[in-house]
C-alpha cells in the first residue's frame, strides 16, 4: 500500500499482487481469518447457535474451519467480519435453491452501516456484485 500511495505501484500491479496465489493475498486472507477467529472467541455464547455440523464450542470451531488456510467460509465467519468491521453485507444466494422473482438473501452486520457490500454466492465461491448508480 506504500508503494501504491507513493506512486511506485500501479493500480493494475496492485490488482496483480493481490491476486496472485501464494502471494500478498494470502497474508490478506490470513489476516482475515485471524480477525474472524478473534471476534467469535471474544462472544462465543452469542456465536454458537450459528455453528454447524456437529461443533459445540467456538475454539474447535475455529481451530478446525477457521484459522487453516483453504476452508471455505460460512455464514457464521460473513456475521462475525460484518460486525467486527461494522460493515452491511448483502449476500445474494445463486445456488440451486427455487425462487420466484429474485434470489434468495440474507444480511449481515449492522443496519446503520454507511458501507454495504453485496456478493453473489454460487457454492463454493463468493463474487463481489456493483451496482449502477443510477
Given at each position: 500500500?506504500?508503494?501504491?500511495?507513493?506512486?511506485?505501484?500501479?493500480?493494475?500491479?496492485?490488482?496483480?499482487?493481490?491476486n496472485e496465489e501464494?502471494?500478498?493475498?494470502?497474508?490478506?486472507?490470513?489476516?482475515?481469518?485471524?480477525?474472524?477467529?478473534?471476534?467469535?472467541?471474544?462472544?462465543?455464547?452469542?456465536?454458537?447457535?450459528?455453528?454447524?455440523?456437529?461443533?459445540?464450542?467456538?475454539?474447535?470451531?475455529?481451530?478446525t474451519q477457521i484459522?487453516?488456510?483453504?476452508?471455505?467460509?460460512?455464514?457464521?465467519?460473513?456475521?462475525?467480519?460484518?460486525?467486527?468491521?461494522?460493515?452491511?453485507?448483502?449476500?445474494?444466494?445463486?445456488?440451486?435453491?427455487?425462487?420466484?422473482?429474485?434470489?434468495?438473501?440474507h444480511e449481515f452486520?449492522?443496519?446503520?452501516?454507511?458501507?454495504?457490500?453485496?456478493?453473489?454466492?454460487?457454492?463454493?465461491?463468493?463474487?463481489?456484485?456493483?451496482?449502477?448508480?443510477?
Open positions: 500500500m506504500e508503494k501504491l500511495a507513493e506512486g511506485g505501484l500501479t493500480s493494475d500491479a496492485l490488482h496483480k499482487e493481490l501464494n502471494a500478498t493475498s494470502d497474508y490478506c486472507t490470513w489476516y482475515l481469518r485471524v480477525l474472524t477467529a478473534t471476534y467469535l472467541k471474544a462472544d462465543p455464547t452469542r456465536f454458537i447457535p450459528y455453528l454447524e455440523d456437529g461443533y459445540v464450542d467456538i475454539a474447535t470451531f475455529c481451530q484459522e487453516p488456510m483453504g476452508k471455505e467460509c460460512t455464514m457464521v465467519q460473513v456475521l462475525a467480519l460484518a460486525e467486527a468491521f461494522q460493515v452491511r453485507v448483502k449476500i445474494e444466494y445463486l445456488d440451486g435453491r427455487e425462487f420466484q422473482d429474485k434470489l434468495t438473501c452486520g449492522p443496519e446503520t452501516s454507511q458501507t454495504q457490500i453485496t456478493l453473489l454466492y454460487r457454492p463454493g465461491h463468493y463474487d463481489i456484485l456493483y451496482t449502477q448508480n443510477r
